[in-house]
Each structure stands twice: as structure tokens, then as C-alpha cells.
């Protein structure tokens, strides 16, 4: 069953079936696109009332130190809720558009590499345990997987309207 952004973790989680934890987080398509951007195409809305691809960089990486916090919870046998933060206050009370890219970059490569970090400290056991996210029962491997496929969402989003 092919499942839309609107469902949330289901379709994330099915953009990253292939290929092991490590190799997800390592990919990094997103660095991949960004990195050769000029400022005007770093400053670029395709409408005015959406984010820039600088608040999309922040975002992306917003997200991930906010899920990442979450999976170290839940690799803890932490009881959390796994689902839901409001990224529209976050990237609104943000200065992601007064940052350069080479910034913006900078910092999401940290969080990654934080990131991988902590995915190879996790033991199999740990990557099994189960957390709630919305409606839906997970385990800590699948929230992890989800992240990722947030990000390639993005990327897909900033390929599609952006041409980029």
C-alpha cells in the first residue's frame, strides 16, 4: 500500500526500506543537493508563504535533533509519545533566513554525525523496542527510518517546486 505525506510515519518509513541504519543516515541526499546552491536559490519561496530552502535545511535538521532525542528515549525503554512537535512555530521563532548556507550545512552535518553516532551504539534488542507514534505501534528502528525518510521527503519537495 503506497501511503502520503498526510499519513505521516507510514509514508516516511516507506521511503527508507532498503538498506541498513547506517547506510540511511550516511547517505545524506540532502547535503548532496545543497551544498553547490547560490544565495538567491538559497533565499527562494515557490510561493510566498512557503519556506525558503534555508528554512528547509533548518527544518530538516530541526526535526532530526528533535527525533533523535525521542529515539534516545525510547532506546531506554522511556514510555514518550513519539509523534508530533509544531514545526510552523519552530521554523517561524527561527533565523534560519539570516544564516548563510555554508552555516546551515555545517550544523546539519553535526547533528547527523551525532546522529550515527548513536544509531551504532544501539544493540538489535534496542532497535526492537516499541513506542507509540499517533495511531500507529513502532519500533525504534522504524521511528529511526522515518527521520530519514522525512529528510528525503524535503528532498523530493525541494527537486519538485524548487528545481533544484
Known amino acids: 500500500m503506497k501511503h502520503t505525506p498526510i499519513e505521516g510515519f507510514p509514508y516516511y518509513f516507506e521511503l527508507t ?4 541504519l547506517h547506510s540511511i543516515f550516511s547517505a545524506m541526499p ?7 546552491i547560490n544565495a538567491d536559490q538559497a533565499n527562494y519561496r515557490y510561493e510566498p508563504d512557503k519556506w525558503s530552502v ?13 527525533k533523535m ?4 528515549q525510547l532506546s531506554r525503554n522511556e514510555k514518550i509519545q513519539l509523534w508530533g512537535y509544531d514545526q510552523e512555530f519552530l ?16 550544523d546539519f552535518l553535526n547533528v547527523r554525525k551525532a546522529s550515527i553516532s548513536f544509531i551504532d551504539t544501539l544493540s538489535q534488542s534496542q532497535l ?3 513506542g507509540s507514534a499517533r495511531q500507529y505501534e513502532i519500533s525504534l528502528e522504524e521511528f529511526l527510518r522515518s527521520i530519514i525518510g522525512h529528510e528525503i521527503h524535503h528532498v523530493n519537495i525541494l527537486k519538485e517546486r524548487y528545481d533544484l
Open 17 to 20: 526500506k532498503e538498506g541498513t
Open 91 to 106: 521554523v517561524n521563532n527561527s533565523r534560519f533566513n539570516e544564516l548563510s548556507m555554508k552555516l546551515l550545512l555545517t
Open 30 to 36: 540532502t547535503i548532496s543537493l545543497l551544498q553547490s
Open 128 to 130: 526492537r523496542i516499541k
Open 69 to 72: 532525542f525521542r529515539a534516545f
Open 54 to 66: 534555508k528554512q528547509i535545511l533548518g527544518h530538516i535538521t530541526d526535526h532530526e535533533r528533535i
